[in-house]
């Protein structure tokens, strides 16, 4: 197989992270970080190199006081991806490709901003053989994008396992990228968003162009639920191409609404192709 090369991604955080392990990211702990916090009496924190002498003749009673700062610490990153069978989908793009490219993605990207990284492979059962626990190992990018695309996708395999997936994340706050097409019932979708929601949580919405839109205008089609495993003939027509369309962006606004009501991030719609430059985009523009 040829080498591969993750695409890299930046993001930040709206929160403020808690780990103790040195990192990039804004935390509350006060320390020799850059992140000024504000001025305590020199008995404090006696360090003659930070002392403010202009802040010191401010304060009454009069004392002297030095600069404190916040520490950079790091956070832990979490893939949680869908392995259902939907997964299996063909079309201007292969979805098990595509999944197994931002996972890798995500890890690359995760452990160059110092961050541990965390894979989570869920259908009807979470797939201990596909994942891996909160890691700050150098290759493990390239290592599950080769796992990912020789990985099993078991026919009419769920992802009732999405939600359940949660008590493998550690308590403390989180980066979770949720990977799927989201072709859930509702009440599983809002389950798993709700799971989710004490994380900083950003759903990847995985679509191929020809489930909706790349549609022939008119002749029979052959139609198959690739979870359910049922197929049917389907007469396709204009108006009939044109509902299915609809359907999709009235699922594109729906999934908005709901990232919005349980406290997730805007979706990242991903259709055909991945761009990290987009996600980079998306992640700093919604922060």
């Known amino acids: ?24 990211h804004a935390t509350r702990t006060p320390g020799s970080g850059a ?7 020199f008995m404090d924190n006696p360090d003659p190199r930070r002392l403010d002498l ?5 304060v009454i009673p009069r004392r002297y006081v030095v600069r404190s700062f916040f520490e950079r610490g790091a956070i832990n990153v979490y893939a949680v991806v869908d392995v259902s069978a939907s997964m299996r989908f ?37 797939r201990q053989e596909l994942s891996s626990p909160p890691s ?5 990018a ?41 072709h859930l019932d509702a009440s599983l979708l809002k389950q798993t968003l709700n799971s989710y929601s004490a994380h900083d949580v950003v759903p990847v919405v995985l679509w191929d162009s020809s489930e909706y839109r790349d549609l022939p205008d008119w002749g ?34 729906e999934l908005k609404t709901l990232c919005r009501q349980y406290g997730a991030r805007a979706p990242f ?6 761009d990290a430059g987009l996600l980079t985009r998306h992640l700093l523009e919604a922060s």
């Open 1 to 24: 197989m040829a080498s591969f090369t993750p695409q890299e991604f930046y993001y930040h955080l709206r929160w403020r992270a808690r780990g103790a392990q040195p990192g990039a």
């Open 35 to 41: 992140d000024f916090a504000g001025h305590v009496p």
């Open 54 to 58: 202009r802040a010191s003749l401010r």
């Open 90 to 126: 063909a079309g201007n793009a292969e979805k098990k490709r595509l999944l197994a490219e931002i996972a890798a993605s995500i890890a690359w990207s995760s452990t160059r901003h110092g961050d541990a990284f965390s894979l989570l492979a869920c259908d009807d059962k979470l």
């Open 136 to 140: 700050h190992r150098r290759g493990q």
């Open 142 to 182: 390239q290592e599950l994008h080769r796992q990912l695309l020789q990985a099993e996708i078991r026919p009419q395999a769920g992802s009732t396992a999405l939600p359940r997936a949660v008590e493998q994340i550690r308590a403390s706050r989180s980066l979770v990228f949720l990977v799927s097409d989201f």
């Open 220 to 253: 029979w089609a052959r139609v198959r639920d690739l979870e359910g495993g049922g197929e049917r003939s389907l007469f396709l027509r204009a108006g009939l191409k044109r509902e299915i369309a609809q359907s999709y962006l009235a699922r594109q606004e």
């Open 269 to 274: 719609f991903v259709e055909d192709k991945f």
